[in-house]
């Protein structure tokens, strides 16, 4: 017995597959949203740890954004003066 094909679902011939470089494309773009976020939620982070007063949490948050600390620390310039004034933003 022979289970009907779906036309949909069987490759398109038509349709060109995706390259490498379309690939490739798509993870640098993935990477760079996510490192753009991993920067934006710094502050309402700092902000919401200072306000919760949670030890776990703020546990959490100094683990997460070790490598931003360590950017501050480090006094590299043009990044630590960047980062230190976006997360100020949130600190009061």
Not at 51 to 57: A, D, H, T
Request: glycine share 6%; aromatic share 10%; net charge positive.
């Amino acid at each position: 017995m022979n289970a009907p094909v779906i036309s949909s679902l069987s490759p398109d011939p038509d349709v060109e597959q995706t390259t490498m470089l379309q690939k490739s494309g798509v993870v640098a773009m993935c990477a760079a949203a996510f490192l753009l976020l991993y920067f934006l939620l710094a502050g309402p982070l700092v902000w919401m740890e200072g306000k919760m007063k949670f030890p776990p949490f703020s546990q959490s948050v100094k683990v997460i954004y070790a490598p931003l600390a360590g950017i501050v620390k480090s006094d590299l310039e043009p990044a630590s003066s960047v980062v230190k004034a976006y997360v100020g933003l949130f600190k009061k």
